[in-house]
């Protein structure tokens, strides 16, 4: 059992939380979706006896995964490791299946949120969870949406940057997110099916250079299309710390002065007018990148990210900026921990913290 003790129910307390707002987690099985749907594509997995699993597709290798993917044990572990407190729990974004048939997607989206509202119902002072909604039928995502959030009690969703042919400033997927701003559901945008990912096949390159511009993409739609002016208090929240947007805004702003006519015609404001009005994760692997981020958009808009439990993640969430000597500790508290609560609409008396020595290893 844990040994668990109380912080003073302050503001003082979010900023000794340490909250990782980017973290994937899968269940350990799951029906042969192949089976049930008739037809393919899926991700399977298949463990093995070293204790970690292949994710497939169709017989075809995906990525190999540890045991930390799926459970709750071993993460809560390496989170007492690393000294985190509260992990945010969202899908891997290949388990969104926005290519499915919407009913099939339904049907796997609720497989997965209910998984992911069990975990936090059992550790609620160790996770938060986001769910995943069928993005492809608009109708069914908004209905999901209401069940994750006014049912299963999850604090937002994960979306894609992109819904098949549909970019994120779609009329057909406003609903959803004037849904959100309305139940006060935070989204956390995540990129893929990455653009040119058939074109660039080596080097990594889908990961590397196709997920920033993804993330890109995604905000200058919801920019341009006039989402987030429709839309205020909408909170979202941006993988990768923006990925390329926080170096192209000045790129961006000068297109949509001197072509207006292609860059104005949905809203009038200037894009740059909108930054920081929404968030970004702190994953740059680059202490200088993330102080010109933190200059750009302000530090009360960046949130500890690790990506974990993957190798493009943070190896000890929140490393670089506790050693970095370009933030002061206002700064650190900010990004480490309250900005998460404030994104999420959660308040730190939720939480306690454990003692170092809490979790038992064995």
């Avoid at 549909?166 to 959803?176: K, Y």
């Amino acid at each position: 059992p844990f040994r668990l003790h109380s912080l003073l129910f302050s503001t003082s307390m979010s900023q000794q939380l340490k909250v990782d707002i980017h973290t994937h987690i899968l269940p350990r099985s799951w029906p042969d979706l192949k089976s049930k749907y008739g037809y393919g594509g899926f991700i399977s997995l298949e463990h093995l006896e070293n204790g970690n699993a292949k994710m497939m597709v169709d017989g075809k290798f995906f990525r190999e995964i540890e045991c930390n993917c799926w459970s709750p044990d071993a993460r809560i572990k390496e989170c007492n490791r690393d000294g985190v407190d509260v992990q945010v729990l969202s899908t891997v974004p290949v388990m969104f299946c926005y290519w499915a048939k919407p009913e099939h997607t339904l049907d796997l989206s609720r497989y997965l949120n209910d998984h992911i509202a069990q975990v936090v119902s059992e550790n609620p002072n160790r996770f938060v969870g986001l769910g995943t909604l069928p993005m492809n039928s608009p109708d069914l995502a908004v209905q999901e949406l209401r069940r994750c959030v006014q049912d299963l009690g999850l604090a937002g969703v994960q979306i894609g940057t992109h819904v098949n042919d549909w970019n994120l400033d779609a009329p057909e997927l406003f609903p959803v997110f004037e849904e959100a701003a309305k139940l006060g559901a935070s989204i956390f945008v995540h990129p893929w099916e990455m653009m040119g990912e058939k074109q660039m096949p080596k080097y990594w390159l889908p990961w590397l250079v196709g997920m920033p511009a993804e993330t890109t993409r995604a905000i200058c739609s919801l920019i341009f299309g006039g989402v987030l002016q429709r839309l205020p208090n909408l909170k979202i929240c941006f993988a990768h710390c923006g990925g390329s947007f926080p170096l192209t805004i000045g790129r961006i702003e000068h297109g949509w002065e001197v072509r207006p006519d292609l860059c104005q015609t949905q809203c009038k404001v200037n894009p740059r007018n909108y930054v920081g009005k929404f968030w970004l994760d702190s994953l740059t692997h680059d202490e200088k990148a993330l102080r010109f981020v933190a200059d750009l958009v302000g530090c009360d808009r960046l949130i500890l990210g690790s990506d974990y439990p993957f190798p493009l993640g943070e190896d000890h969430p929140g490393e670089m900026i506790e050693k970095s000597k370009l933030f002061s500790q206002e700064e650190k508290n900010k990004m480490l921990g309250s900005n998460a609560l404030e994104f999420l609409n959660i308040r730190p008396e939720k939480f306690v913290k454990e003692s170092s020595d809490g979790m038992n290893d064995d």
